[in-house]
């Protein structure tokens, strides 16, 4: 899976991006840094959409963009069928992932999908907007207060996607959580919250002995 991560020019300058970080845990994945994607920002993309307008009719799209909505489709229905599509000659899968704040990351998208919608597919992980989304005190996962359950860091996003799309995937998706975890665990020690929650008590608890200390 090739994977083509828009990201948003805030977060070059914000330390808890997990981009760059991500970025070395791939072997394919290509960073464009804006606020909209268009023809001429990556060849592979342009290729994409070139083939999809010499073959409008055609039903099969081998790219992903990921973003939850009441039109996305499950990507794990969407994967099977890209499975289960008899041809041989048919290129490996590209994920589209758009890295922002909730706001921008709307924003990008809606900017985009004049370009995206000629050779892309809309697909989401599982998302509750009427929930609310969890913090650092809550996951060991979440670096930044999420909008909605189901919300993730772009980090973990990727890798539960590459888990669906990728024949090792479940082995993908293990290396990079980790990393992630070890992120976060990071910058929770670094917390000093007057009323811990249960879910930061659990997480301090487990990075740091019953004896030691916190400064």
């Known amino acids: 899976t090739k994977v083509i991560i828009l990201h948003h020019p805030h977060e ?4 808890l991006a997990t981009v760059p970080i991500l970025s070395k845990c791939l072997r394919d994945c290509e960073i464009i840094v804006g606020r909209k994607l268009k023809y001429g920002q990556s060849k592979l993309l342009d290729s994409l959409h070139d083939r999809a307008c010499e073959n409008p009719n055609s039903p099969l799209r081998c790219a992903l963009y990921l ?3 009441p039109n996305a489709s499950p990507l794990v229905e969407t994967s099977r069928a890209y499975s289960s599509h008899d041809n041989a000659d048919m290129d490996d899968p ?3 992932v758009f890295d922002g ?3 921008h990351a709307k924003e990008m998208v809606l900017a985009s999908l004049s370009f995206l919608s000629k ?5 989401c992980l ?3 907007a009427g929930a609310n989304g969890g913090t650092i005190f809550d996951s060991e996962l979440i670096l930044r207060k999420e909008p909605f359950a189901g919300c993730m860091s772009t980090m973990e996003a990727v890798a539960r996607c590459l888990r669906v799309l990728e024949p ?3 082995d993908i998706e293990s290396r990079i959580i980790e990393v992630l975890r070890a992120m976060v665990s990071f910058q ?5 919250p007057s009323k811990p929650s249960r879910g930061l008590s659990k997480l301090m608890k487990n990075n740091y002995p019953a004896n030691e200390e916190i400064d």
């Open 12 to 15: 070059r300058r914000h330390k």
């Open 67 to 69: 973003f939850p909505g």
């Open 94 to 96: 590209v994920l589209v």
């Open 101 to 103: 704040t909730w706001k």
């Open 119 to 123: 050779f892309a597919i809309q697909v």
């Open 126 to 128: 599982d998302f509750d």
């Open 168 to 170: 090792n995937g479940i």
């Open 188 to 192: 929770a020690s670094f917390l000093k």
